[in-house]
C-alpha cells in the first residue's frame, strides 16, 4: 500500500503544516525549560528574577497549548483522512482552520515577543492560567480566542468528512480512529464554551477599558472549567496512539475495538464536570460543589485504569505473536530498539505513576499539602511532560515517514533519544514530588525565603541537584529529537524510501461493540447534564456573592520586558 | 457485547478503587475532622475592605470571643506582602484566619503543613488550623502575583505557653 502522503497529498500537506508549526513551538517553550530547570535551583541564574516570569509565561503557553494542540490537529487529520480512506471536503477550508490557529498563536505570542523592539508598550506576563486581576494586553486575549475558533472549525471539518462517509457508507459503524476524533471534539466544544465565555464577555472587554471590572473568582472558574478538560484533549489523541499504534508495533493488534469506544465515550461525558477540583483551596465557593468535583473526578479514573488493562493486554497478545512466553517473559519478545514502540510504552509507564500522584492532587483532603507546590510541577511534567510529550516524539519517528515518504535518518538516535526523557524527567519529576512535600511553591523563581524548607526525604539541595540534572538530561533529549527530525524532515541525511502501512483491525471489532455506542446526540447530551449538574448553582452563587462584574476595578498590568532578557544574555 | 472475564474483573476492582477513594476522603473530612475552605468567610469590597465588619478591629492578631478558637488572625495580602507578616501565638492553641486580597490572586501556604488557601480578592478565605508544636514556620505565597512573587513570605511562631505574653502578640493595627 502507498503512503498516506501518496494517497492523500493535499491531506499529508495540511498534516505536515501543523506539525511543523507544533515543532516550532516545542522548540521554542523547551528552550525555556532548561533556563527555568537552573534558575529555579539556583544553579545558573542568568536572568533578573522578575523576568523568570516571562520565560515561565513562554514556556506554558508554547509547550501546553501551541505544541500539544497543533500537533494533535494534524495527527487528527490523518486519522479522519486514513481511517474514512476519504479526502477532506475542502483543502481551503483545512487551510483557513489552519490559518486561523497560526494567526491567533502569533497574535498572543507578538504581546509575549513585543519586547524585543524596543519601547512597545505591550504586555501578557500573566502565566498560562492568565488570572485576573492579572491583566495582558487585548491582543493576547484576541489571539486566544481567534486560535480556539481555528480548533473549533477543525472539528467542523471532520464532522464534514463524517458525515458524508455516513451517506456513502449507510448502516456501517464508524471507524474507530474517527470514532475517537469525534469524541474528543464534542467533549472539546463543551470545555472551550467556559474559557471563550470567560475570554470573549470579560477578559477582552476589561482590557479594552469597555467594562471596569471583573469578577476574579468567576473568571477564574471558568478557566478551570475549561483548564481540566483541556488536558484530556492533549491525552486523548496519545490514548489512540496507545489504542491503535502501539499493539501494532508490538506485533499484534487490539484487545478489544468496544472497550477503545467506552472509554471515549467516558471522557466525553466525564471530563468537564471536575475542574472544581483546581478550586478546592478557593474561598467563595462551598464544600459541597468542591465533593461533586472530587466525586466525578476519582470515577474519571475508570477510563484510565480500563485503557492500563487493554493497552498491557495488547501488548502481551502482540509479544506472544513474537514468540514471547511465560508470566513476565513476553516482555523480552517485545521491540524495544524501535523507538516509537519504547517510547510510548515509557511514556505509559510514567502516565501510570502519575495517575498515582494524580489521586493525592484528587483528594480534597490530602491536596492541602501539595496544592501549589512544587509536586503539581511534577505531576503535570509525568502526565502532558511526558505521556503527551514523549508520546508525540516517540510516535512522530512512526508518523513522520508516512507524511513525507522517506523513512526516519536514525532509528539508534530516536532510542537514545527516548531513553535520555524518561532517565531525565525520572530524575526532575521524582524530586519536584518530594520539594513539594516539603513546602516549595510552584511558579517561584528563587524559592529561597527566610526561613528554610525542612524536606523529609533527602535534603533541599540534593533535591535541587536532581532538579537541575533532569532538566539538562531533558534538554540533551530535546537536541537529539531536532537533529533527527530536521536530517530526516529535509533529507539531509538521503533517508530510504517508508513503505506504506496498514493498521491491523481489533481482535474484538466494532461489530462487537452495542449499537447505543454510536449515539453521539445521547452522550453529549449526557454530558451537557452533568455539566450543568456540576456548575450552574456554583455559578450561580459566585455571580450572587460579588455580582457578574464583580467589585474588583483594579488591573494589574503584567509588563513583559523581553528586551531586557535579550540585553542580559548578552551582557 | 462480548467482555472477556478479565475484563470484568479488572473492571470490579477499578469501581472498588474508585469508591474506596471517596470513602476514604469522606472519612478525612467527616471522621478526622479536616475542614475544608468553603465560603463561610463571605465577600468584601476591596477600596472598602476596612468597613467590613471582619477587619473592624483592624489587622493582627486577636483573642477570639467564641469556644471555636482561641485566637484570631485577621490579615490582609497585597503584592509581596502579608500584613501581618508574622504571627505569634503559643502551643496548643486553635487560632482562626481571615485573609483576604488587596490587588491579586495569592496563596498562603505554611510550608510542609496542610495550612494552605488560596488568597482571591472580593472573597475571604476563613480556616482554623491547631498549632500542637512550638517552632518557627515559614509561610510563602504560593501563587504567582508579579515580579516580586518570590519575596512574598512570612511566618508562624509558635512559643510555649511559658513565653507567651499576650501584651506582646496581640497587636492590631493598620494595614
Avoid at chain 1, 500537533?71 to 486519522?79: D, N, P, Q, S, T
Avoid at chain 1, 492532587?361 to 511526558?386: D, E, I, P, S
Avoid at chain 2, 471522621?31 to 463561610?40: C, F, K, L, P, S
Avoid at chain 2, 502575583?145 to 511559658?162: A, D, K, T
Amino acid at each position: 500500500m502507498a503512503v498516506f502522503a501518496d494517497r492523500y497529498p493535499e491531506e499529508a500537506r495540511v498534516v505536515r503544516l501543523a506539525l511543523a508549526s507544533a515543532f516550532l513551538a516545542l522548540f521554542l517553550g523547551g528552550l525555556m525549560g532548561p533556563i527555568q530547570a537552573l534558575h529555579r535551583t539556583g544553579y545558573v541564574q542568568f536572568l533578573d528574577d522578575s523576568t523568570y516570569y516571562t520565560v515561565l509565561t513562554l514556556h506554558g503557553v508554547a509547550l501546553a497549548l501551541l505544541f500539544t494542540i497543533f500537533f494533535l490537529v494534524g495527527f487528527f487529520h490523518w486519522a479522519v483522512t486514513d481511517s474514512l480512506d476519504r479526502n477532506a471536503e475542502s483543502t481551503r477550508f483545512s487551510l483557513l482552520w489552519y490559518g486561523m490557529m497560526v494567526l491567533g498563536a502569533a497574535m498572543s505570542a507578538v504581546t509575549i515577543l513585543a519586547g524585543f523592539v524596543g519601547q512597545v508598550d505591550m504586555s501578557a506576563d500573566v502565566l498560562f492560567t492568565f488570572y485576573a486581576p492579572l491583566q495582558a494586553h487585548p491582543l493576547f486575549y484576541a489571539g486566544l480566542a481567534v486560535f480556539l475558533i481555528g480548533t473549533w472549525l477543525a472539528g467542523v471539518d471532520w464532522f464534514r468528512s463524517w458525515y458524508h462517509w455516513k451517506q456513502a457508507h449507510p448502516g456501517e459503524r464508524t471507524p474507530l480512529r474517527t470514532f475517537m476524533v469525534l469524541t474528543t471534539m464534542l467533549m472539546w466544544y463543551l470545555a472551550t464554551a467556559g474559557v471563550a465565555i470567560a475570554v470573549v464577555f470579560f477578559l477582552l472587554p476589561w482590557s479594552l477599558g469597555l467594562i471596569g471590572s471583573v469578577n476574579p473568582l468567576l473568571t477564574r472558574t471558568l478557566f478551570w472549567f475549561f483548564g481540566h478538560p483541556v488536558v484530556y484533549f492533549w491525552l486523548m489523541p496519545v490514548y489512540m496512539l496507545w489504542y491503535v499504534i502501539l499493539p501494532k508495533l508490538a506485533g499484534g493488534r487490539l484487545f478489544s475495538d468496544p472497550l477503545a469506544r467506552i472509554v471515549f465515550v467516558l471522557f466525553l461525558v466525564l471530563s468537564v464536570p471536575t475542574g472544581i477540583h483546581h478550586q478546592y483551596l478557593d474561598p467563595g465557593i462551598a464544600e459541597g460543589f468542591k465533593f461533586l468535583a472530587m466525586t466525578n473526578t476519582m470515577f474519571l479514573l475508570l477510563p484510565s485504569l480500563l485503557t492500563a488493562f487493554t493497552v498491557v493486554a495488547s501488548i502481551e497478545h502482540g509479544a506472544r505473536q513474537r514468540g514471547g512466553e511465560g508470566y513476565l517473559g513476553w516482555l523480552g519478545a517485545l521491540p524495544w530498539r524501535n523507538p516509537t514502540f519504547t517510547g510510548l510504552a515509557l511514556a505509559g509507564l510514567m502516565f501510570a505513576a502519575a495517575g498515582f500522584s494524580g489521586m493525592v492532587n484528587a483528594a480534597m483532603n490530602l491536596n492541602y499539602v501539595v496544592h501549589n507546590t512544587l509536586w503539581v510541577v511534577g505531576h503535570f511534567h509525568l502526565t502532558v511532560g511526558t505521556a503527551v510529550a514523549l508520546s508525540f516524539m516517540a510516535a512522530t519517528y512512526w508518523f513522520l515517514p508516512l507524511l513525507t515518504g522517506r523513512e526516519i535518518f536514525s532509528e539508534r538516535m530516536g532510542l537514545a533519544q527516548v531513553l535520555l526523557w524518561f532517565v531525565g524527567m525520572v530524575m526532575m519529576s521524582n524530586a519536584m514530588h518530594r520539594a513539594g512535600m516539603a513546602g516549595v511553591p510552584r511558579r517561584t523563581a528563587d524559592p529561597t525565603y527566610d526561613i528554610a524548607f525542612e524536606s523529609g526525604m533527602g535534603t533541599i539541595s540534593e533535591l535541587r541537584l536532581q532538579i537541575a540534572l533532569g532538566g539538562v538530561i531533558l534538554t540533551l533529549s530535546l537536541a537529539l529529537f531536532f537533529a533527527n527530525l530536521l536530517i530526516s524532515w529535509f533529507d539531509v541525511g538521503e533517508t530510504r524510501a517508508a513503505t506504506g502501512e496498514t493498521l491491523p483491525p481489533a481482535l474484538s471489532g466494532p461489530e462487537h461493540a452495542p449499537a447505543v455506542l454510536e449515539n453521539l446526540r445521547l452522550w453529549t447530551a449526557i454530558a451537557i447534564v452533568l455539566v450543568l449538574l456540576t456548575y450552574v448553582l456554583p455559578l450561580a452563587a459566585i455571580v450572587d456573592g460579588s455580582g457578574l462584574l464583580g467589585n474588583i476595578d483594579r488591573a494589574v498590568p503584567m509588563l513583559l520586558d523581553l528586551g531586557r532578557i535579550a540585553l542580559e544574555v548578552v551582557a | 457485547m462480548e467482555i472477556h472475564r478479565y475484563e470484568r474483573l479488572w473492571f470490579a476492582a477499578a469501581l472498588v478503587l474508585i469508591v474506596a477513594f471517596i470513602a476514604t476522603v469522606v472519612y478525612g473530612a467527616v471522621g478526622a475532622g479536616v475542614e475544608m475552605i468553603d465560603d463561610d468567610g463571605g465577600t468584601i469590597d476591596p477600596d472598602n475592605w476596612q468597613d467590613h465588619e471582619v477587619y473592624d478591629e483592624g489587622i493582627g492578631v486577636f483573642a477570639a470571643n467564641d469556644s471555636d478558637a482561641d485566637y484570631e488572625v485577621k490579615m490582609v495580602a497585597q503584592h509581596p506582602a502579608f500584613s501581618p507578616g508574622t504571627v505569634t501565638v503559643p502551643e496548643n492553641s486553635t487560632v482562626r484566619f481571615y485573609i483576604t486580597s488587596l490587588d491579586v490572586i495569592h496563596g498562603y501556604d505554611v510550608a510542609g503543613t496542610n495550612i494552605n488557601s488560596m488568597i482571591i480578592p472580593g472573597q475571604i478565605s476563613e480556616f482554623t488550623a491547631e498549632f500542637d508544636e512550638t517552632g518557627e514556620y515559614l509561610v510563602v505565597c504560593n501563587e504567582y502575583c508579579g515580579p516580586n512573587h518570590h519575596n512574598m513570605e512570612g511566618s508562624i511562631q509558635v512559643v510555649p505557653e511559658s513565653e507567651w505574653n499576650p501584651d506582646d502578640a496581640l497587636v492590631g493595627g493598620d494595614a
